[in-house]
């Protein structure tokens, strides 16, 4: 579980969290929700551990990781898989060098390891075959023409594949998403999220969503925070919000709502 408390940040004078509490359990899906710049991707990345809070704590299964010395905090952030707002791939690297630069950029340097993070995690997300018919010429023909291909030659679905692909290496038991259906068109929005789903009941472990997509919320969160003016407006489940009575927030749904 993640357990956030009273989580203070701000950049200079501009205050954009202003003391956040919430709790992530674990085995289900969390969106995060808040008009642009309310704060979802630096709430995301405090979590994650890109940006230190200025103040509170985060505790992610009983760590409090301000209190942790940097070998505990690295094996701590490895339970963490990241997918970047944008797909937030290098146009330099190839398919394979963009899944798994962060376990090369950790130092594993082990190419047979690499390798099988690689087609395991681009099987998972649906790229290639099945993982299991890895020995199989088919599979073999496929993972030659993806694993050269750089990520300006994808289609953008297949960019937010290529990105969830990189969060799973190293199987974390928490994956955060920020907006990973923005800019995809419904159908293939629907895909991602299926393919969140699907990932989630697979590997067994808790999503953490930043979505504006109203659709993708009504379909896969099972617990909603919404963020507005550095403080959480609402905080409960599906059903909650969609009767909540808060005025902020049934503007927001209301804006949102041509996406059901
Ligand atoms: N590194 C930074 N330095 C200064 N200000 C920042 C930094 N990162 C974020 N901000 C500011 O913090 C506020 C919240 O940004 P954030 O990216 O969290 O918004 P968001 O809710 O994710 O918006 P969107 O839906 O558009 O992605 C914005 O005003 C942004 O300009
Ligand atoms: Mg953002």
Redesign the pocket.
């Known amino acids: 579980m993640i357990k956030i408390n009273n989580l203070y940040k701000a950049?200079g004078s501009?205050i954009?969290l202003d003391g956040i509490s919430t709790e992530l359990r674990n085995g289900i899906t969390h969106c995060i929700i808040?008009k642009?710049?309310?704060?979802?991707?630096?709430?995301l990345k405090l979590i994650v551990g890109l940006?230190p809070a200025d103040r509170g704590t985060i505790e992610i299964d009983g760590n409090e990781i301000n209190s942790l010395n940097e070998k505990k905090l690295y094996q701590v952030r490895r339970k963490i898989g990241y997918v970047f707002?944008g797909a937030a791939l290098f146009d330099s690297m190839n398919v394979y060098e963009n899944v798994v630069i962060g376990e090369f950029e950790n130092g594993n340097r082990d190419d047979n390891y690499l390798l099988d993070q690689a087609q395991k995690t681009l099987s998972a997300v649906g790229l290639l075959p099945n993982y299991s018919e890895k020995e199989t010429l088919h599979y073999q023909k496929e993972w030659n023409i993806l694993k050269n291909i750089k990520p300006s030659d994808l289609s953008g679905g297949m960019k937010k594949r290529v990105g969830v692909a990189r969060a799973l290496v190293g199987q974390p038991k928490y994956i955060f998403y920020d907006?990973p259906t923005t800019g995809l068109d419904p159908i293939t929005s629907e895909q991602i999220d299926n393919l969140i789903d699907e990932l989630e009941v697979k590997m067994k472990f808790t999503s953490v969503i930043?979505t504006?997509d109203m659709f993708s919320v009504s379909k896969i969160a099972e617990h909603i925070v919404m963020?507005d003016s550095g403080k959480i407006l609402f905080d409960g489940n599906r059903e909650e919000l969609f009767k909540s009575q808060i005025a902020e927030v049934q503007n927001f749904l209301k804006r949102y709502h041509t996406d059901i």
Do not use: A, M, P, T
């Open positions: 950049f501009k954009v808040g642009s710049g309310s704060g979802k991707s630096v709430l940006l707002q907006e930043i504006h963020l």
